[in-house]
């Protein structure tokens, strides 16, 4: 893809991926940094989409590193949520390399939505699973985990989100195992989809090294800063993300 870019452009790249990696390792939509960034910087929307997605997965594979301690005691149900995520990103991958470009253009600002008000509802959500008497199992971590892998390679923006409600609902109450087990499914899925975007769809490999570069550096970062944090703090955190959310719909969609 030929790009007039100077180094300002990359570094800005650098440093859209230092903020998603960051964001990434604590809750998710680290996409909502580095795809309207790529987007001011030329690319189109579909290119933007899979450069994104090609330069963000090393951070989370970076966040979950830090928490490796964390996920000791949690292996089955990582690697049970990592399979359903790296299936369903397939899924993801499919939908978005067949339909028309112009149709992911149009769903973008309604996906960002949907994330902001699933990270809004999160609370609520957990609330009323605990309250039923036979409340989700594993099996509906799996499915989740399994719908948040083909939204993770279709658009990706809060994926992190979809991923902690439904380990949240169905796999463990501890929002730090959660998020533990989040990065490394989501770095996982994440890259499964890289590699088939870099065969099959328009990446451009200098934006993707340069946001890969930060993403690592904030993804460990992140992921070290994210393990002090309370869990009522990291709600106020979720919440903070729906906000910022609703106003990147907000724009994109005008």
């Not at 039923?132 to 390679?153: D, F, H």
């Not at 099959?200 to 090294?209: E, I, K, M, Q, T």
């Not at 970062?221 to 002090?228: D, E, H, K, P, V």
Request: with cysteine.
């Amino acid at each position: 893809m030929p790009l007039d870019v100077g180094v300002s452009g990359y570094l800005v790249a650098l440093l859209a991926g230092a903020g998603a990696g960051g964001l990434n390792a604590v809750v998710g939509a680290g996409t909502l940094i580095t795809y309207p960034v790529l987007v001011a910087l030329g690319l189109p929307p579909l290119a933007a989409n899979v450069t994104s997605a090609v330069g963000v997965f090393p951070g989370s594979l970076a966040g979950a590193y830090t928490y490796r301690a964390r996920l000791r005691g949690q292996v089955r149900l990582a690697v049970t949520a990592t399979a359903a995520m790296c299936v369903g990103a397939v899924g993801g991958v499919l939908l978005l390399l067949l339909l028309p470009p112009g149709s992911f253009a149009r769903a973008v600002p309604w996906l960002i939505v949907m994330a902001g008000a699933l990270v809004l509802l999160q609370p609520l959500i957990n609330k009323a699973a605990r309250s039923r008497r036979r409340p989700p199992g594993p099996r509906a971590a799996a499915i989740g985990c399994g719908a948040a892998g083909v939204y993770l390679s279709y658009f990706g923006a809060a994926t992190g989100v979809i991923t902690l409600t439904s380990l949240l609902l169905g796999g463990t109450e501890d929002l730090q195992e959660a998020n533990a087990i989040k990065n490394v499914a989501t770095g996982m899925g994440n890259g499964l989809a890289a590699v088939i975007f870099m065969v099959f769809a328009d990446v451009h490999v200098g934006f993707a090294l340069a946001v890969a570069a930060g993403a690592v550096l904030g993804g460990s970062i992140g992921g070290r800063f994210a393990q002090r944090l309370s869990q009522r703090v990291m709600r106020v955190v979720i919440f903070l993300v729906a906000l910022i959310a609703a106003v990147a719909a907000s724009r994109l969609g005008s």
